[in-house]
């Protein structure tokens, strides 16, 4: 335990012993809008805020991936999350170790780069994955979707990958009509 709370700053239990419910009350998730060039723009979610990161993405175009700088304009809990997405969801994927994210995140490579070797046709522009570990101290994946997902309301699932390399959905919060957000735990 000791060489745990050295890690993890000792102020969180390290991720495999945190409650599915004791992530979803602590965790936090960052809006950040970052600015290009030519006056555009693009929002991510991101684990903790970060004006330069090296990998937005997990499929990268350098040329259009380059940014004047950063702001973050939100900060939120799952729920709360949930209630500022109108087209979208999210899928928040939560992990023991950074090496069983990386090896998780890494299949995505590998499956994009074999689907671009066969000549099949996939939006890059579409695959915002972005990692990181969160303010708990959790190593994370963060994948946003561009539609709504369950009903026609936007979604935010948390998959957890710390026992069950496969992943298990674990928590749900759907939006619903003005404040109402329905949670589910799994």
Not at 77 to 103: D, M, T, W
Not at 135 to 160: K, M, S
Request: with cysteine.
């Amino acid at each position: 335990m000791r060489q745990a709370e050295q890690q993890h700053g000792g102020s969180y239990p390290p991720p495999e012993e945190m409650s599915v419910e004791q992530i979803v009350a602590e965790m936090r998730i960052v809006r950040v809008r970052y600015n290009l060039a030519d006056t555009s723009a693009y929002v991510r979610y991101m684990p903790r805020f970060n004006p330069r990161p090296e990998d937005l993405t997990v499929h990268v175009d350098p040329f259009a991936e380059h940014h004047e700088g950063a702001e973050i304009t939100g900060e939120f809990r799952l729920p709360e999350l949930v209630k500022e997405l109108i087209h979208a969801y999210i899928r928040v994927h939560v992990f023991a170790s950074r090496e069983q994210r990386n090896y998780f995140v890494g299949g995505f490579d590998e499956a994009l780069t074999q689907l671009d070797f066969v000549g099949g046709g996939f939006g890059f522009n579409r695959l915002w994955i972005t990692v990181g570990t969160t303010n708990i101290e959790v190593p994370v994946c963060i994948y946003l979707g561009q539609r709504t997902a369950v009903n026609r309301q936007p979604t935010v699932t948390l998959v957890d990958h710390r026992a069950d390399s496969r992943g298990r959905v674990a928590y749900r919060a759907v939006g619903g009509y003005a404040d109402h957000v329905g949670e589910e735990y799994f």
